[in-house]
Nanobody
Framework: EVQLEESGGGSVQAGGSLRLSCTAS????????MGWYRQAPGDQCELISS???????YYADSVEGRFTISLGNAKNTVYLQMNSLKPEDTAVYYC?????????????????WGQGTQVTVSS
């Protein structure tokens, strides 16, 4: 069973930065992709970034140029550096791991990815 543990969420003012971390148990980049979804109240769960075993990164248009995904030294750790944060980035952020992370939207992040970590950006 794959278990994902996120950390690094919090509250910042607009323009600030946060760094999310995720460590997976039972999964490594050799098994597939890792990435991040987010879900704000009333919105769908959205894939915002992913990285493949071949180090190919994907970013949603909404975060392109502001967020950077990277790998830790261990193949089961992924980070999301979030810069120039905006109030519309406020959401619960979920680490994700699967053979292919290609589903851009899904109804519920928590049902698929677990607990997540809250990011709140104030104006």
């Amino acid at each position: 069973e794959v278990q994902l543990e996120e950390s690094g969420g919090g509250s910042v003012q607009a323009g600030g930065s946060l760094r999310l971390s995720c460590t997976a148990s039972g999964f490594t980049l050799d098994d597939g992709d890792m990435g991040w979804y987010r879900q704000a109240p009333g919105d769908q769960c959205e894939l915002i970034s992913s990285i493949s075993r071949h180090d190919i990164a994907y970013y949603a248009d909404s975060v392109e140029g502001r967020f950077t995904i990277s790998l830790g030294n261990a193949k089961n750790t992924v980070y999301l550096q979030m810069n120039s944060l905006k109030p519309e980035d406020t959401a619960v952020y979920y680490c994700a791991a699967d053979e292919f992370l290609t589903t851009p939207f899904m109804p519920s992040c928590s049902e698929r990815w677990g607990q997540g970590t809250q990011v709140t950006v104030s104006s």
